[in-house]
């Protein structure tokens, strides 16, 4: 059995003609919540093996915001595609990275990360910002992993009404 969590960037602040969408960096706000994602993981000791994320400037303080309230480290792959890739250029890096790692973050961008979600798992959710899911997957190796639905969503943190 394998585990992906899911991570959408924290809140980042609107993008202006000054700086460009890449470089937007996480608002004051979006810095606390990052942190306290990372704190749920390790209160619920869903600490990750590893970690793939995105290049850009707002995935990057999240990550190192969510390690600073989990208190853990681990290895971490930056990876230029999640910025304008797909969920498919996510699936083959977690293929191509994970090998024994059994629990995998990803921190990424929409609408990748709800595309993930939707394809792994047949279940249709919209991340918000700072969210994060936790999907099981009954793989005894990454790189079984493909975009068709074989996951089960196991939770998302917040709760997300509807």
């Known amino acids: 059995m394998k585990e992906l969590l899911i991570l959408r960037h924290s809140i980042a602040v609107p993008g202006d003609a000054r700086t460009?969408?890449?470089?937007?960096?996480?608002?004051?706000?979006?810095h606390v919540l990052a942190e306290t994602v990372g704190v749920h993981l390790r209160h619920q000791q869903l600490l990750p093996d590893l970690v793939l994320c995105s290049t850009a400037t707002r995935t990057r303080a999240t990550l190192r915001d969510l390690m600073h309230g989990a208190e853990w480290e681990a290895p971490v792959f930056y990876e230029d595609d999640f910025y304008h890739?797909?969920?498919?250029?996510?699936?083959?890096?977690?293929?191509?990275?994970?090998?024994?790692?059994n629990r995998v973050l990803i921190v990424g961008h929409n609408p990748t990360v709800s595309e993930l979600i939707r394809h792994l798992?047949?279940?249709?959710?919209?991340m918000q910002p700072a969210t994060l899911a936790r999907l099981v997957l009954e793989l005894e190796a990454w790189r079984e992993l493909s975009?068709?639905?074989?996951?089960?969503l196991d939770g998302l943190w917040p709760a997300q009404g509807g």
């Open 20 to 30: 460009p969408d890449f470089e937007r960096p996480l608002t004051p706000h979006g």
């Open 85 to 101: 890739g797909g969920s498919q250029q996510v699936l083959d890096q977690v293929a191509l990275r994970a090998k024994d790692a």
């Open 121 to 126: 798992a047949d279940s249709h959710v919209h």
């Open 147 to 152: 975009s068709f639905a074989l996951a089960q």
